[in-house]
């Protein structure tokens, strides 16, 4: 019963082939027995997964089952869960047992699903290759001596290895689509605002969104279904209307107008990438799409105003951090600066300090104009280039990362060359806009994703336009050697 | 653009962040090379453009003026380091 989608498993629930709780003991055997090779999981909420197991199983007996009651999924350890330590990857938070739900948590926890735990994370989701987490890195499936992407590499990385058949990620960077890239699945980055942030530790506020990770887009389109929404405890989440994600999934793609920006096949990226992504273009065609050059001329800009205005959200929603009233606090404080700059000091690792000094820098006297100002200008000049091209086609398509997954210790020295690996993906982010990466084939042995942009609000369009591609080919279901 | 040792100093206090001596080189080093990253922005032309904050120039909601907070004190205290009597407890400030 392991290795199979959400889909699949709903429906082997349904037909009594078996019970959420011999599923769940499953994953939490296979947990036990195989995450020492990866490291995907921070806490496995054993305890937790089986009760709200037993508990689908007895609403399934009672006729009160719907679309997710009694499968089991994982929460990107960013998500504060009730009575569970939500540590955000941090040493800052290791003694953190959270008093309350996020909202994401609570509606998968209405929804019935079971928790199997929390997955590993670049800290406080500071990373794009899960090295900064202070619980270790984590390992890509499909090569051990080799990154799973991040920060959601743990969500990813769990997934890819069968530990779990999909998992909640949050996408402030790319944290959802790269390591989506890296682990061959189907990560869906929603529009700003489609899925509450109540509960979902800060990094970047105007940045951050939740998103499912899966192996197909029909699993990601479930799990939108569940977690997208208006919620009063978030005044940033859009107050629309949310669709049956599931339900256009199968619909036509003729005369589909697709845009390749001819900044996304720069010189930058990887050339058997940039083969693959166009076989990929390809199909599309096959299947009744039109294609089409455009432009995104400030593609490159996006990673400067990114490393701006992320670490400056992230300088001012880190202030929290106090030693106060949660979270760590350092032995025998002299005076209250001194608890202040030893907790942080020893609480937060080197990349989260050096984000938070970047903030701090860009927002103090005499510089904001120059820095934080700035960037926001070029923020709306990156917005502009997509509304004027999403006026003339569809979706957007490239590749989702300049390379395939890279080695452990490769990029940690020179912090600017692991902040150039999210140049294809920073843009939506400061724009608002929803993208996916879907698997689109292997290069030596490792996953390369697809991205595909599309209009605010269109993420029944870009499941729809990612499931008819996993209808076409079968990338998204190749499993690692010996899985 | 490149800051040096008295800068990377200032700037850990005003993020009241302690930093070992020995690191400060590498943080002058890396916090360099990220502003330098940063500087390719300065030569776009930006005079006419209006900031962008929130990708739909959102306003905040507002809502009827009702209590719908319950009382948690003790639930959300639970996890402080230090309280006494529904207070959290910090090292003394006023001699």
């Known amino acids: ?483 | 653009m490149a800051l040096n040792r008295t800068d990377v100093e200032k700037i850990a206090h005003l993020a009241r962040l302690q930093i070992d001596d020995n690191d400060v080189p590498e943080y002058a080093q890396n916090l360099s090379n990220i502003l330098d990253l940063i500087g390719q922005m300065q030569n776009i032309d930006t005079s006419d453009i209006e900031p962008l904050a929130h990708p739909f120039d959102a306003v905040q909601r507002l809502r009827a003026d009702k209590i719908t907070e319950l009382n948690q004190r003790e639930h959300l205290q639970s996890v402080a380091p230090a309280v006494a009597n529904g207070l959290f407890l910090v090292p003394k400030v006023i001699e």
Not at chain 1, 162 to 167: F, I, Q, R, V
Not at chain 1, 274 to 297: D, F, M, N, R
Not at chain 1, 325 to 351: A, I, N, Q, V
Not at chain 1, 356 to 385: C, H, N, P
């Open chain 1, 1 to 483: 019963m392991l290795n199979k989608t959400l889909a699949e498993l709903a429906k082997g629930l349904e037909q009594g082939e078996f019970s959420s709780v011999e599923l769940t003991q499953a994953y939490l055997e296979r947990i036990k027995n195989e995450d020492s090779k990866y490291n995907s999981f921070i806490t496995v909420t054993e305890e937790l997964a089986l009760q709200q197991a037993t508990a689908a199983d007895t609403s399934r007996a009672a006729g009160n089952a719907t679309a997710m009651t009694g499968l089991p999924i994982a929460h990107k350890d960013i998500f504060c869960t009730e009575g569970v330590r939500t540590s955000a990857g941090s040493k800052m938070l290791d003694n953190f047992i959270s008093p309350y739900d996020a909202t994401v948590v609570r509606k998968f926890n209405a929804a019935g699903t079971v928790t199997l735990g929390k997955t590993n994370m670049d800290e406080f989701a500071m990373g794009s290759s899960n090295e900064s987490s202070f619980y270790g890195p984590t390992r890509n499936p499909w090569d051990t001596d080799r990154v799973p992407g991040g920060s959601s590499g743990g969500s990813a990385a769990a997934i890819a290895a069968g530990l779990t058949p999909a998992a909640t990620g949050t996408d402030t960077g790319g944290s959802i689509r790269q390591p989506a890239a890296f682990c061959n699945l189907t990560g869906l980055k929603p529009t700003y605002g489609r899925v509450s942030r109540y509960g979902m530790i800060a990094y970047a506020s105007s940045l951050d969104q939740g998103g499912p990770m899966a192996h197909t887009a029909e699993d990601a389109a479930m799990m939108m279904n569940v977690m997208a929404g208006t919620d009063p405890l978030d005044s940033t989440s859009a107050e629309r209307n949310v669709p049956d994600y599931t339900a256009n999934l199968d619909a036509p793609l003729t005369g589909l107008k697709i845009g390749l920006p001819k900044e996304f096949f720069s010189a930058r990226l990887d050339p058997a990438m940039a083969t693959l992504i166009q076989t990929a273009v390809k199909e599309y065609e096959a299947l009744g799409a039109t294609i089409k050059e455009v432009s995104l001329p400030n593609t490159a800009l996006s990673v400067p105003a990114y490393y701006i205005i992320a670490p400056a959200e992230a300088s001012s929603n880190l202030s929290r951090f106090d030693g106060v009233r949660y979270g760590y606090r350092c032995e025998d404080p002299k005076d209250l600066e001194d608890m202040y700059k030893r907790t942080r000091g020893e609480g937060f690792g080197s990349e989260v300090k050096r984000r938070i000094m970047v903030g701090t820098y860009a927002l103090s006297e005499g510089f904001y104009d120059a820095y934080y100002k700035k960037a926001q200008q070029i923020r709306r000049l990156i917005q502009q280039d997509f509304i004027r091209v999403l006026s003339e086609v569809d979706v957007i398509m490239g590749p989702t990362t300049p390379t395939p997954a890279f080695k452990l210790g490769e990029k940690t020295s020179d912090p600017v060359d692991m902040y150039m690996e999210d140049i294809f993906t920073l843009s939506l982010n400061l724009a608002g806009l929803p993208g996916m990466s879907i698997p689109c084939g292997m290069t030596n042995g490792l996953p390369v994703g697809l991205q595909i942009i599309g209009n605010y609000f269109a993420e029944e369009k870009l499941l729809n336009v990612a499931h008819k591609f996993q209808q076409a080919t079968d990338w998204h279901t190749l499993k690692p050697a010996g899985l």
